[in-house]
């Protein structure tokens, strides 16, 4: 049996992204996918997430996501696909960490932004309503990227550069080892290491491997809203936007109608606990009913009640911050989990840490913040 460089569970945009790498590099990578593709059973699908270097207070983020952008760049040059458009960011907020934390930052890294007021906000987006003591700062950087696109592009250059990828095998069983073994619902391979992005199933595999994280599973409600007057939330008039304390504590963020027409993403940053085998059964009713007020109060030009209603999942780690390591008993064992709904933008950086970690080679990035470690008296080692 031939054995692989490497082997990527779990064909998210993670996994996609790390697959790639490994690819380009020349290594013989096989990524394993356990629904048919594509599927919107996971994390990475739909038609956009928000990118932008603004991060608040956690700087480690911008650094990465300065790399991040031009990185998009090179997949959409490979792909031939239009993967990012630009729509600024806008952060609100009234004396929250995010927008504290995030004007300093940019200063720092020039990365331009502007920090306005209540009457140069209703200037702008005159569709928006927030208290007048509310800061308001737009990171002129960011934009959308195109999700479904941008998966596509990761499984199809990766093909391109030689990968395998076998969609429809779920993982069943990994077998450490100087050479690791992967059991499959179909197959039995060999590999000189194996890269685990599995997204919520991490909280079901990587227990197998006697590694029991605290992450927690949330089923979240992606919401679209319709406009009263169709266009006034467009790409070229309105931009993504977050909130960090913006319900109970709980983060709103949305972007502008672009997906669907006339429809406006904003969504909870928050959601039920969930079992990812059987997402659907919880119940999200206080999710959208407290959605519903956020909307009357601050998008005085959307219709009350939500048009679509889709699903997601996020994977949170305590501290939000992604793991990014190894397997603290078996070197050729590499975890990407916990992104927190958060990750997508980060993809392409987070890949290339997956791959020098499976390669051996020392990371590009301190890696102190995404270290198992830091769970030590939580997890069950
Ligand atoms: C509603 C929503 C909005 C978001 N907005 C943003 C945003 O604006 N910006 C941003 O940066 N991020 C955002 N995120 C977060 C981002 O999308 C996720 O962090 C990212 O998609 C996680 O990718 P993943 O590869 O880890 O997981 P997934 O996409 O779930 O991939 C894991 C894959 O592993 C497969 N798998 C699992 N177990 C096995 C097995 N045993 N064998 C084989 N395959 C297996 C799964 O089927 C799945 O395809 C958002 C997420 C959601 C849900």
Same mark, same amino acid.
């Given at each position: 049996?031939?054995?692989? !460089?490497?082997?990527?569970?779990?064909?998210?945009?993670?996994?996609?992204?790390?697959?790639?790498?490994?690819?380009?590099?020349?290594?013989?990578?096989?990524?394993?996918?356990?629904? /048919?593709?594509?599927?919107? *059973?996971? +994390?990475?699908?739909?038609?956009?997430?928000?990118? &932008?270097?603004?991060?608040?207070?956690?700087?480690?983020?911008?650094?990465?996501?300065?790399?991040?952008?031009?990185?998009?760049?090179?997949?959409?040059?490979?792909?031939?696909?239009?993967?990012?458009?630009?729509?600024?960011?806008?952060?609100?907020?009234? @004396?929250?960490?995010?927008? $504290?934390?995030?004007? /300093?930052? %940019?200063? $720092?890294?020039?990365?331009?932004? $502007?920090?306005?007021?209540?009457?140069?906000?209703?200037?702008?987006?005159?569709?928006?309503?927030?208290?007048?003591?509310?800061?308001?700062?737009?990171?002129?950087?960011?934009?959308?990227?195109?999700?479904?696109?941008?998966?596509?592009?990761?499984?199809?250059?990766? *093909?391109?550069?030689?990968?395998?990828? &076998?969609? @429809? =095998?779920?993982? #069943? !069983?990994?077998?450490?080892?100087?050479?690791? @073994?992967?059991?499959? +619902?179909?197959?039995?391979?060999?590999?000189?290491?194996?890269? %685990?992005?599995?997204?919520?199933?991490?909280?079901?595999?990587?227990?197998? #491997?006697?590694?029991? #994280?605290?992450?927690?599973?949330?089923?979240?409600?992606?919401?679209?809203?319709?406009?009263?007057?169709?266009?006034?939330?467009?790409?070229?008039?309105?931009?993504?936007?977050? =909130?960090?304390?913006?319900?109970?504590?709980?983060?709103?963020?949305?972007?502008?109608?672009?997906?669907?027409?006339?429809?406006?993403?904003?969504?909870?940053?928050?959601?039920?606990?969930?079992?990812?085998?059987? &997402?659907?059964?919880?119940? !999200?009713?206080?999710?959208?009913?407290?959605?519903? &007020?956020?909307?009357? *109060?601050?998008?005085?030009?959307?219709?009350?009640?939500?048009?679509?209603?889709?699903?997601?999942?996020?994977?949170?780690?305590?501290?939000?911050?992604?793991?990014?390591?190894?397997?603290?008993?078996?070197?050729?064992?590499?975890?990407?989990?916990?992104?927190?709904?958060?990750?997508?933008?980060?993809?392409?950086?987070?890949?290339?840490?997956?791959?020098?970690?499976?390669?051996?080679? +020392?990371?590009?990035?301190?890696?102190?913040?995404? *270290?198992?470690?830091?769970?030590?008296?939580?997890?069950?080692?």
């Amino acid at each position: 049996m031939a054995i692989y !460089d490497v082997i990527v569970v779990g064909a998210g945009i993670e996994g996609s992204s790390t697959a790639y790498q490994l690819a380009k590099q020349g290594k013989r990578t096989l990524l394993l996918e356990q629904f /048919p593709l594509p599927h919107s *059973r996971g +994390s990475s699908h739909g038609q956009t997430r928000i990118t &932008r270097k603004a991060y608040g207070e956690l700087e480690y983020y911008t650094v990465m996501m300065k790399e991040a952008f031009p990185l998009w760049e090179t997949l959409e040059r490979e792909s031939g696909r239009k993967i990012f458009r630009k729509t600024g960011m806008l952060a609100v907020g009234s @004396g929250d960490a995010f927008t $504290r934390g995030t004007v /300093p930052c %940019l200063h $720092r890294h020039g990365i331009p932004h $502007r920090v306005l007021d209540y009457h140069q906000i209703k200037q702008l987006y005159p569709m928006i309503e927030y208290p007048r003591d509310y800061t308001f700062v737009l990171d002129d950087s960011a934009g959308i990227l195109m999700a479904d696109k941008a998966l596509l592009s990761y499984q199809e250059t990766f *093909r391109r550069f030689g990968g395998e990828l &076998r969609d @429809g =095998e779920k993982v #069943l !069983d990994i077998i450490p080892g100087d050479t690791v @073994g992967v059991r499959t +619902s179909s197959h039995h391979y060999r590999t000189h290491s194996v890269v %685990l992005t599995v997204g919520a199933w991490a909280t079901k595999l990587l227990p197998k #491997l006697q590694l029991t #994280l605290p992450l927690k599973v949330l089923r979240i409600s992606v919401l679209y809203w319709r406009e009263k007057v169709a266009g006034r939330y467009g790409a070229d008039k309105f931009p993504t936007f977050y =909130e960090m304390k913006a319900v109970d504590n709980y983060a709103v963020f949305g972007s502008p109608s672009e997906e669907y027409p006339g429809l406006v993403k904003i969504c909870l940053h928050w959601g039920p606990e969930v079992d990812p085998d059987s &997402r659907d059964k919880a119940d !999200d009713s206080w999710v959208i009913d407290k959605m519903k &007020r956020y909307i009357a *109060r601050h998008f005085p030009e959307l219709e009350a009640e939500p048009a679509i209603a889709e699903t997601c999942m996020y994977t949170m780690s305590p501290d939000t911050d992604f793991i990014l390591d190894r397997h603290p008993s078996w070197r050729n064992i590499i975890i990407g989990a916990g992104f927190s709904g958060h990750g997508f933008k980060i993809a392409p950086v987070v890949g290339k840490l997956l791959t020098e970690l499976a390669l051996n080679k +020392s990371p590009s990035y301190d890696m102190t913040k995404f *270290r198992i470690q830091r769970f030590q008296h939580n997890a069950k080692l």
